[in-house]
């Protein structure tokens, strides 16, 4: 992956907490986390993800990311770059939305 930093952190919304990963998915059961190791994985229907980079999206209040059914995958993307501009447009989008309802939106992010 010489080349391709991979992306973790989360969205501070007052007092939730959205966490996101961005992954590269290698078959139907493993992927490589953003640190560079590599994970087996399940999703909600049960099925295997195809191979690509995705944006990993677990549910506010998460305090230990698994990669089970717990997770909400979006992708596949041909490259790390692809996953990491979806992941802005979410995060924008969702700070537009929280901005306009009147709340509290303060974006934190790590790249290793």
């Known amino acids: 992956m010489a ?8 969205w501070k919304l007052g007092i939730i907490m959205a966490v996101y990963e961005i992954v590269r998915v290698l078959d ?7 640190e560079a190791c590599e994970r ?6 049960g099925e ?3 191979p690509g980079y995705y944006v990993v999206i677990w549910p506010a209040g998460t ?3 698994t990669f089970d059914a717990s997770a909400e995958y979006l992708g596949p993307f041909p490259a790390a770059l692809h996953a990491k501009l ?7 989008t969702f700070a537009v939305q929280r901005a306009a309802a009147g709340k509290n939106a303060q974006r934190f992010d790590a790249t290793y």
């Open 3 to 10: 080349g391709h930093a991979l992306a973790r952190g989360g």
């Open 28 to 34: 139907q059961r493993s992927l490589i986390d953003a």
């Open 40 to 45: 087996t994985y399940a999703t909600r229907a």
């Open 48 to 50: 295997g993800l195809t």
């Open 63 to 65: 305090r230990t990311p």
């Open 86 to 92: 979806k992941l802005a447009q979410y995060l924008e």
